[in-house]
């Protein structure tokens, strides 16, 4: 395994990288006797300085074989192209067979330099689990799943019903996001912070929640209920209960909607769904990035991330959808792909999309789903195209 030293400010080590990679070969093929040799780069952008590390740190090895074979996926342009020519060249001097091969990410298919595909969609034959395939790419999980969604059940199975009836559209015209938010638009996390909002809008004692957003109300869990049956506001006893009641309100049912939807019509058993992953890098990669994917789905090997929206302003939802393309790859790889599902009209919807597929380089990097779109059928049948 050829990797780079770690020589900050100008090169960045891939250690970390290497040994997750080890790892989890080793986790998948506990019953063969795998050995591994790591070689580091001391300067990747230098083609004197890479063939002497190899000449030094390599050749020992290569002299223990009859035949020699690099997939030169991984790595920067440098170190594939002087890597290759040094290795074509040893061969030869040699005279031992060498040949090359690299991961077609587009078709999912290794292919070699002299023979072309030599395998079929490799995401029929490798199957990880997220943490598996994220920690390949220095990433970890930082949350534990809170089961919010079988906490919500009911009242995701409400909304699948409104959306069926044609009346979501009803829900977002009776839903008042102002009443559960501060001066800077921030939802609202404690009680008594809630209490003042209604007095300062005047709303105590007031029939405020009616029609479709009443009927979600009702469907949910009784210590979450922000609303009696007439549709008042009603004091929740916790802080804890009162966030998770207004998140869910103002959007965390549609990640929960998606997730369910996807786990009732795919059956595949290569492919893994969950949701709801706070995801950080490990202490290693010396970063401190942390960030949210709503729903995450493993066809194989390759990931699939899907972010969440409720918002009809189309910058926000331009802005969510460049986030879901970067993250995916950050955390998956040039093979990742994003989703990003809104509740926007279908004409910004399309708008939305093509100006995504300029700025990630490709209609295949990212799907956009609007509010004409969350229909059962119509939804898991463009997922599900999308997905293959």
Not at 213 to 232: A, Q, T
Not at 287 to 306: A, R
Not at 364 to 379: A, Q, T
Request: aromatic share 10%; net charge neutral; with cysteine.
């Amino acid at each position: 395994m050829i990797y780079s030293e770690d020589k900050p400010p100008s090169q960045r080590g891939t250690k970390g990288y290497v040994d997750s990679l080890q790892k989890l070969l080793q986790n998948h093929h506990k019953e063969r006797d795998l050995t591994f040799n790591q070689i580091p780069l001391s300067d990747i952008s230098d083609a004197k300085e890479i063939e002497r590390d190899l000449k030094k740190r390599l050749t020992e090895y290569l002299k223990q074989t009859d035949s020699i074979h690099i997939n030169y996926t991984g790595g920067t342009k440098a170190m594939g192209i002087h890597i290759y020519r040094w290795l074509e060249n040893y061969g030869k001097e040699k005279n031992i067979p060498i040949s090359f091969s690299y991961l077609d990410a587009r078709t999912f298919q290794i292919v070699d330099d002299k023979y072309g595909r030599i395998t079929g969609d490799l995401r029929s034959q490798i199957k990880l689990s997220i943490q598996e395939l994220i920690s390949l790419h220095g990433f970890k999980r930082d949350n534990e799943d809170k089961n919010e969604k079988d906490l919500f059940k009911v009242a995701v199975k409400k909304f699948r019903e409104i959306i069926e009836m044609d009346k979501i559209k009803d829900y977002f015209n009776s839903y008042r996001r102002e009443y559960f938010t501060d001066e800077k638009g921030e939802l609202l996390k404690k009680v008594n912070k809630l209490k003042e909002k209604i007095e300062k809008l005047g709303l105590e004692n007031k029939i405020i929640a009616q029609g479709t957003f009443l009927e979600i109300v009702n469907s949910m869990p009784e210590d979450y209920k922000l609303f009696n049956d007439e549709g008042s506001f009603k004091e929740l006893k916790t802080n804890k209960n009162l966030e998770r009641a207004i998140e869910f309100l103002d959007g965390k049912w549609l990640e929960m909607y998606v997730y369910d939807l996807l786990k009732e019509s795919i059956k595949d058993k290569k492919i893994s769904i969950d949701i709801n992953w706070e995801i950080k890098k490990y202490e290693w990669s010396s970063s401190n990035q942390k960030f949210e994917i709503d729903v995450i789905i493993i066809n194989g090997y390759q990931l699939i991330g899907i972010s969440c929206t409720t918002s009809v302003r189309k910058n926000l939802c331009k802005s969510k959808g460049f986030e879901i393309f970067m993250r995916t790859r950050q955390i998956g790889g040039e093979e990742a792909r994003a989703v990003l599902v809104t509740v926007l009209p279908e004409s910004k919807k399309i708008e939305l999309e093509q100006e995504l597929e300029v700025d990630t380089g490709g209609k295949e990097n990212i799907l956009v789903l609007g509010i004409d779109d969350l229909k059962e059928n119509i939804f898991t049948y463009k997922i599900k195209k999308y997905i293959e």
